[in-house]
């Protein structure tokens, strides 16, 4: 169960979506900055959403440890929470080319927006704006000031889902809005459980820095700096590809989600009727099972549009009939 804080009683529900209000002005304000100043805009937007945390908590007058709890990561915590960002990940990744699928339009705006706002930064302030600032900044507001007014509801679910929305929604971009809310989903879950915000920052920077910080690193060393029109229809067995891939690479995502919960949760949390108690093996066995499905999906949708795949699937016929 979420941990209350002293004077629970100055954290409202009610305020939590008055900070999810502020955090959204701050960030629509960051964009329109960012059109006129670039990364600065986007650096500012960062610092804002910091101050607003801190500032709620000297309104509540409630010491910063407890709203922004820390403790040391041990093992078992440090293995639950990477393979629950890698199983997220894996959830994340193809959601984002579900919907580039579905809205293919928005898609070409959102993947080149990092492309303009990144063109003009050195790798180090692009690196510090993507993979550190967020899980610092976008922890403190969500995970730490806005979470802390959810804690005194009494279903851990309830807190953990309301956070992973916001989260979502605060990135104001449909293709990526289930990606970034299971991210706010699993980094709600960790803190809520745990009661250690470094843990949800762990994960957060991890996911920055793999999925925006190499692209950066490999954008700003790229010597290709032309610009490529892709058509429509290029663009969408692309976007088909890449979720027939990412299917088949991460088809254990709901083994990995199951394991890292297991590892964040205690023992003692469930004898003690804190949550229900589900063995362990019966979750597997519905991970497992999800995770079958995902595999063939993946492996279907490759023999359809990876022409890699077609190519070698027609060799290996070839090669069956001429051995026959």
């Known amino acids: 169960m979420a941990v209350k804080i002293s004077n ?51 309104i509540n007058k409630t010491p910063l440890k407890e709203v922004f709890p820390m403790k040391k990561i041990t093992v078992r915590d440090f293995f639950g929470a990477v393979f629950m ?9 193809s959601s984002v080319y579900a919907m580039g699928i579905l809205m293919p ?19 180090i302030l692009a690196l510090i704006t993507v993979a550190f600032l967020p899980p610092i900044c976008e922890e403190a507001i969500t995970r730490g000031a806005i ?22 929604a605060l990135h104001m971009d449909p293709i990526r809005f289930i990606n970034t809310a299971v991210l706010g989903s699993i980094c709600a879950f960790l803190v809520v459980k745990r009661n250690n915000i470094l843990l949800a920052s762990l994960v957060h ?7 925006g910080g190499l692209g950066i690193i490999l954008a700003l060393f790229s010597n290709d700096s032309a610009s490529q029109a892709v058509d429509a229809a290029e663009t969408s067995v692309s976007l088909q ?6 299917m088949v690479m991460f088809f254990l995502a709901p ?7 297991h590892l964040i949760k205690r023992q003692k949390e469930i004898s003690e009727g804190l949550e229900k108690k589900t063995k362990l093996g019966a979750k597997l066995a519905v991970a497992i099972v999800l995770s079958v499905a995902i595999l063939a999906g993946g492996i ?3 023999f359809k549009y990876n022409p890699a795949v077609q190519e070698a699937m027609d060799q290996a016929v070839q090669t069956a009939v001429m051995i026959r």
Do not use: P
């Open 205 to 211: 920077f991890l996911n920055n820095f793999l999925t």
């Open 300 to 302: 279907v949708l490759n």
């Open 8 to 58: 629970q009683k100055k954290w409202r529900t009610w305020k939590a979506f008055v900070l999810f209000f502020i955090a959204a002005v701050w960030i629509i304000v960051g964009s329109i900055l960012s059109g006129y100043i670039g990364i600065w805009g986007t650096i500012l937007t960062q610092a804002g959403l910091l101050g607003t945390a801190i500032v709620a908590c000297l």
């Open 147 to 168: 979470l802390s007014n959810l804690r005194g509801l009494k279903r851990d679910w309830v807190i953990i889902l309301i956070v992973g929305l916001m989260f979502g």
């Open 255 to 261: 083994v990995l989600l199951v394991l890292g919960a």
């Open 85 to 93: 960002w890698l199983g997220g990940l894996g959830i994340g990744l």
């Open 241 to 246: 590809q890449g979720l027939a891939s990412t």
């Open 105 to 123: 339009d928005v898609y070409e705006v959102v993947s080149g927006g990092l492309d303009g706002l990144f063109s003009s930064t050195t790798m």
